[in-house]
């Protein structure tokens, strides 16, 4: 009677079915492989803050698991929803900027939008599909895994690479801080300070655009030994060119290699040019001289490009902050506005930088120090009120002109409180007396409706420069400078070079030349703010 019982029919996919097609892993390691890739290209350390973020993303994950289970009785139903529901989050926004530099056609702030349509029409599809979703399952797993392996394989690999991150006060101090020069007489070398604050209007830009008249903040930055640059301006429109140009002290076209600069555009764009900021004239200089070169991490800086000769000490400028921010800036967290996850992480990067920048002086050896510290304020998203405090919050997308320029205004006052304090600090534990650079690298970049050339070239290029040099040595001349000239100028006063001072240019980019419309605003301007002032 057994041996006449009809066969069961078995379909065919399932008669080879592995534990790897049956058991979606995918969608766990399609959240696992941003949150480490972010670690891996971005510079960051693991420890600060990936492992709070991916456990928050997998737990979320996990749960979202369980829920579905209930009305979806398909496990690999599930995972394919939620892998789909994934990629949209992680990659719908880095999709987008990648697409704005490099499609063949205006990709504008509004694609992102477009893109997420997709979460109810890959939904929908999803849960009437009547399939079983073994090959699905196996695919997703497959990619998924192997992606996973790579970002780990760079972790490991970046972990021996990188710089190491060092901890203010641990480091021995058994050098001195003299050297000898040609004639045999020792000269004592001051420590050099680079202080950026991102996207400090100049002074005339300030009166004009922002109606704020910024000459207490000088006048006590002079009782402190300062020169300020009566009209000072930026050479580039963006700090990821500024910075490489005023520390290599010539234009980008002159410093990256005609090899390199069909890499320029779209997505090399960044990682290719910011290696300069490591890399420059002014450290190898100084470096000649017996220099040390400490360099203040954040979140904006890529140290995974490739260096020659990394920083001699690195500074963490935050914990955790750095890397929330960045996983704020590249999922679809961000169509959320400036909220208070993303501006917290701005508000302890902030606060941390201008506390280790007080205690500076001496911490890491008693040879001379070049010092690089990078301030994200004043310039957006506002994350502080002039006293300090927490900036009230809005999505600045939906705030006035006014609102902007008074939010603005009060996280320069903040600013040049913050940076008062800590040149305060510096001057009073130096052990030498004490070469500061305080300057931004680019104006405000926003403010009011305004589209005339003078307007661009005020918002655009507008910056202050100001220079306090070592002893009784002073600046020939303050009335007009570009972040270029900068440290052509103070190596010159400070150490007697020769330099050359190059001629002023205007660029948007990397290489979009805005020279002939914007130079003749700022000759006009030379004439307006600085004659009256040479009357006198």
Same mark, same amino acid.
């Given at each position: 009677?057994?041996?006449?019982?009809?066969?069961?029919?078995?379909?065919?996919?399932?008669?080879?079915?592995?534990?790897?097609?049956?058991?979606?892993?995918?969608?766990?390691?399609?959240?696992?492989?941003?949150?480490?890739?972010?670690?891996?290209?971005?510079?960051?350390?693991?420890?600060?803050?990936?492992?709070?973020?991916?456990?928050?993303?997998?737990?979320?994950?996990?749960?979202?698991?369980?829920?579905?289970?209930?009305?979806?009785?398909?496990?690999?139903?599930?995972?394919?929803?939620?892998?789909?529901?994934?990629?949209?989050?992680?990659?719908?926004?880095?999709?987008?900027?990648?697409?704005?530099?490099?499609?063949?056609?205006?990709?504008?702030?509004?694609?992102?939008?477009?893109?997420?349509?997709?979460?109810?029409?890959?939904?929908?599809?999803?849960?009437?599909?009547?399939?079983?979703?073994?090959?699905?399952?196996?695919?997703?797993?497959?990619?998924?895994?192997?992606?996973?392996?790579?970002?780990?394989?760079?972790?490991?690999?970046?972990?021996?690479?990188?710089?190491?991150?060092?901890?203010?006060?641990?480091?021995?101090?058994?050098?001195?801080?003299?050297?000898?020069?040609?004639?045999?007489?020792?000269?004592?070398?001051?420590?050099?300070?680079?202080?950026?604050?991102?996207?400090?209007?100049?002074?005339?830009?300030?009166?004009?655009?922002?109606?704020?008249?910024?000459?207490?903040?000088?006048?006590?930055?002079?009782?402190?030994?300062?020169?300020?640059?009566?009209?000072?301006?930026?050479?580039?429109?963006?700090?990821?060119?500024?910075?490489?140009?005023?520390?290599?002290?010539?234009?980008?076209?002159?410093?990256?290699?005609?090899?390199?600069?069909?890499?320029?555009?779209?997505?090399?764009?960044?990682?290719?040019?910011?290696?300069?900021?490591?890399?420059?004239?002014?450290?190898?200089?100084?470096?000649?001289?017996?220099?040390?070169?400490?360099?203040?991490?954040?979140?904006?800086?890529?140290?995974?490009?490739?260096?020659?000769?990394?920083?001699?000490?690195?500074?963490?400028?935050?914990?955790?902050?750095?890397?929330?921010?960045?996983?704020?800036?590249?999922?679809?967290?961000?169509?959320?506005?400036?909220?208070?996850?993303?501006?917290?992480?701005?508000?302890?990067?902030?606060?941390?930088?201008?506390?280790?920048?007080?205690?500076?002086?001496?911490?890491?050896?008693?040879?001379?120090?070049?010092?690089?510290?990078?301030?994200?304020?004043?310039?957006?998203?506002?994350?502080?009120?002039?006293?300090?405090?927490?900036?009230?919050?809005?999505?600045?997308?939906?705030?006035?002109?006014?609102?902007?320029?008074?939010?603005?205004?009060?996280?320069?006052?903040?600013?040049?409180?913050?940076?008062?304090?800590?040149?305060?600090?510096?001057?009073?534990?130096?052990?030498?007396?004490?070469?500061? %650079? @305080?300057?931004?690298?680019? +104006?405000? !970049? =926003?403010?009011?409706? #305004? /589209?005339?050339?003078?307007?661009?070239?005020?918002?655009?290029?507008?910056?202050?420069?100001?220079?306090?040099?070592?002893?009784?040595?002073?600046?020939?001349?303050?009335?007009?400078?570009?972040?270029?000239?900068?440290?052509?100028? %103070? @190596?010159?006063?400070?150490? +007697?070079? !020769? =330099?050359?001072?190059? #001629? /002023?240019?205007?660029?948007?980019?990397?290489?979009?030349?805005?020279?002939?419309?914007?130079?003749?605003?700022?000759?006009?301007?030379?004439?307006?703010?600085?004659?009256?002032?040479?009357?006198?």
């Amino acid at each position: 009677m057994t041996d006449n019982a009809p066969e069961v029919d078995i379909p065919a996919e399932k008669k080879k079915v592995s534990f790897w097609d049956r058991i979606p892993f995918h969608p766990f390691f399609l959240t696992a492989y941003p949150v480490l890739f972010l670690v891996v290209h971005n510079g960051v350390r693991f420890r600060d803050g990936a492992p709070l973020i991916l456990s928050v993303c997998l737990a979320i994950l996990a749960l979202l698991f369980f829920l579905l289970s209930f009305p979806l009785r398909n496990p690999r139903q599930i995972g394919a929803l939620l892998a789909l529901w994934v990629i949209l989050f992680f990659w719908t926004v880095p999709l987008c900027s990648f697409a704005k530099t490099n499609a063949p056609f205006r990709v504008g702030n509004s694609t992102v939008y477009y893109l997420l349509l997709l979460y109810p029409i890959g939904t929908i599809g999803i849960l009437r599909s009547r399939g079983s979703f073994y090959f699905t399952t196996r695919l997703l797993n497959s990619i998924s895994a192997v992606l996973v392996a790579f970002v780990v394989v760079g972790l490991i690999a970046n972990s021996w690479e990188r710089p190491p991150v060092a901890v203010v006060g641990n480091l021995p101090q058994t050098e001195n801080s003299t050297q000898i020069t040609n004639e045999g007489v020792k000269e004592t070398l001051p420590d050099i300070y680079l202080i950026v604050c991102d996207a400090y209007a100049g002074d005339t830009a300030l009166k004009t655009l922002y109606h704020f008249d910024n000459s207490s903040f000088f006048d006590e930055l002079h009782s402190r030994n300062f020169q300020t640059i009566r009209l000072a301006n930026s050479n580039y429109g963006e700090t990821q060119f500024s910075i490489p140009s005023l520390l290599n002290m010539d234009y980008l076209n002159s410093i990256v290699p005609e090899s390199d600069r069909k890499n320029v555009a779209g997505f090399h764009l960044k990682r290719l040019v910011f290696q300069y900021v490591f890399d420059n004239r002014v450290v190898e200089y100084l470096r000649a001289r017996g220099y040390r070169f400490v360099h203040f991490l954040n979140h904006f800086q890529e140290t995974g490009v490739k260096i020659k000769t990394p920083p001699d000490f690195m500074v963490s400028t935050t914990n955790n902050g750095d890397f929330y921010s960045l996983f704020y800036d590249t999922t679809l967290l961000r169509l959320y506005g400036e909220g208070g996850f993303h501006l917290a992480g701005k508000r302890r990067e902030t606060l941390t930088s201008f506390e280790l920048l007080r205690e500076m002086p001496g911490k890491y050896t008693e040879k001379p120090v070049f010092v690089y510290v990078h301030f994200f304020v004043p310039q957006p998203p506002f994350a502080f009120q002039s006293d300090g405090s927490p900036q009230r919050y809005h999505v600045e997308s939906r705030c006035t002109p006014g609102e902007m320029n008074e939010m603005y205004v009060e996280q320069i006052r903040f600013t040049n409180r913050s940076v008062l304090e800590a040149i305060d600090a510096i001057v009073a534990k130096s052990k030498t007396d004490p070469l500061i %650079v @305080l300057l931004s690298d680019h +104006g405000s !970049r =926003f403010s009011g409706s #305004e /589209n005339s050339t003078e307007a661009t070239a005020l918002r655009t290029f507008n910056n202050f420069i100001t220079i306090r040099l070592p002893g009784e040595k002073r600046l020939d001349s303050l009335e007009r400078m570009a972040n270029v000239n900068v440290f052509r100028t %103070v @190596l010159n006063a400070a150490f +007697g070079e !020769r =330099f050359p001072m190059l #001629e /002023n240019k205007y660029y948007l980019d990397f290489d979009t030349d805005k020279t002939t419309e914007i130079a003749p605003v700022f000759e006009r301007l030379e004439k307006e703010v600085l004659g009256p002032l040479q009357d006198k």
